[in-house]
């Protein structure tokens, strides 16, 4: 079986029904069929609004955005579809703090669910560091398909490389 690089970690039975609908050239239309639509989240300053609703929905406590942005540089020097900082400096007898998310470029033309997905994904990293139990709980809170999603983001970034 060909590697998928994006679902390694799968088990065997998703990596086999994977490479199925790959072989079988079905990849697309299934994905197409379940995400007929993409977001119309195009601009650094919208993707901003959209995350801050999302934050302030169910991440109060986190310290203000400071920048959000989407990056076409970002797969290629990263490996990675969103990044989250956060720096804390000392200003005189105050705490600042300086949260950022970047996006990668590519989700600009995601369905919803997807960019949602790597959203609540990068917020979450803001309380929980790590890929721990607490991290993707906290994931589920914010979005109780979570996991579907992210499957689903995986098998479409393969289909994307194959097209």
Known sequence: MTTLKYIAHYSEQVQTQAALLISDGKLGAYLEKKYPTQHQIKSDKALYQYINEIKNQYMRKV??????????????????LGI????????????????SITMASLFQEAPPEFLRMIVVHELAHFKEHDHNKAFYQLCCHMEPEYHQFELDT?????WRELS
């Open 154 to 158: 995986r098998l479409w970034l393969h």
């Open 63 to 80: 310290g203000q955005l400071s920048n959000v942005s989407y990056s076409s540089k970002l797969t290629i020097l990263k490996h990675a």
């Open 84 to 99: 989250h900082t956060t720096q804390s400096r000392i200003q005189g007898s105050k705490l600042k703090s300086h949260n």
